[in-house]
């Protein structure tokens, strides 16, 4: 699947969400992403983030580190400010 397709899927996921407090956002973003993509998707968006992630929603960027098992929060994926 390309990249910009992963991307709007991704960002239309965190555009549900963000409605909700930040801290819910954030995990029902990753929830879903953990759920309904296959592991490659994901990997992909893992991948995509880590180079950058231009055009990412800042609640798919927080929720990356839920998905990557081998860091939670490291200094290659960029963190929004909390709320």
């Known amino acids: 699947m390309k990249t910009e397709r992963l991307v709007h899927m991704a960002n239309q996921i965190a555009d549900f969400f963000a409605s909700y407090p930040h801290d819910e956002a954030v995990a029902g973003t990753a929830d879903h992403l ?8 994901r990997k992909a968006l893992i991948e ?6 231009a055009g990412l929603r800042d609640l798919v960027t927080a ?5 990557d098992p081998r860091h939670e929060a490291g200094p290659d994926i960029r963190q929004p400010p909390g709320p």
């Not at 953990?34 to 998707?41: A, C, I």
């Not at 929720?63 to 998905?67: E, G, W």
Request: charged content about 30%; cysteine-free.
């Open 48 to 53: 995509y983030a880590r180079g950058g992630g």
């Open 63 to 67: 929720a990356i580190p839920k998905l």
């Open 34 to 41: 953990k759920k309904f993509w296959d592991p490659r998707m």
